[in-house]
């Protein structure tokens, strides 16, 4: 069972930074499929951004641009860069990895973006 463990949240000004990491219990370099998605005040959870073991990654329309996804397999860890915060990308931030469809999410952090 791997257990995933994010970080880096926070409360930032809008046009601002922070770098999101998610650190597996156990080697996450076999996870084929590893991915951010938040989740706002009522509303559902939407994808943010994913990479592959592979290296290939895609974002959503609402990040492009502002956000990048990177993985450190000798650091046992996947990172989120956030650049040019909006308040619309207040949320809940999980990370999220799927091993040959055994599912694995992280609690979350909790990213605000106001002045």
């Known amino acids: ?12 000004q809008p046009g601002g930074s922070l ?3 998610c650190v597996g219990s156990v080697s996450i370099r076999s996870i084929n499929f590893m991915a951010w998605f938040r989740q706002a005040p009522g509303k559902e959870r939407e994808l943010v951004a994913f990479i592959t073991t592979g290296g290939d990654t895609n974002y959503a ?3 492009k641009g502002r956000f990048a996804i990177s993985r450190d397999r000798d650091k046992n ?3 989120l860069q ?4 909006k308040p619309e990308d207040t949320a809940v931030y999980y990370c999220h990895g799927n091993k040959y469809g055994m ?3 992280g609690k979350g952090t909790l990213v605000t973006v106001s002045s």
């Open 77 to 79: 860890t996947m990172s």
């Open 82 to 85: 956030m650049n040019s915060l």
């Open 61 to 63: 329309d609402s990040v």
């Open 1 to 12: 069972q791997v257990q995933l463990v994010e970080s880096g949240g926070g409360l930032v």
């Open 103 to 105: 599912i694995y999410w």
């Open 19 to 21: 770098r999101l990491s």
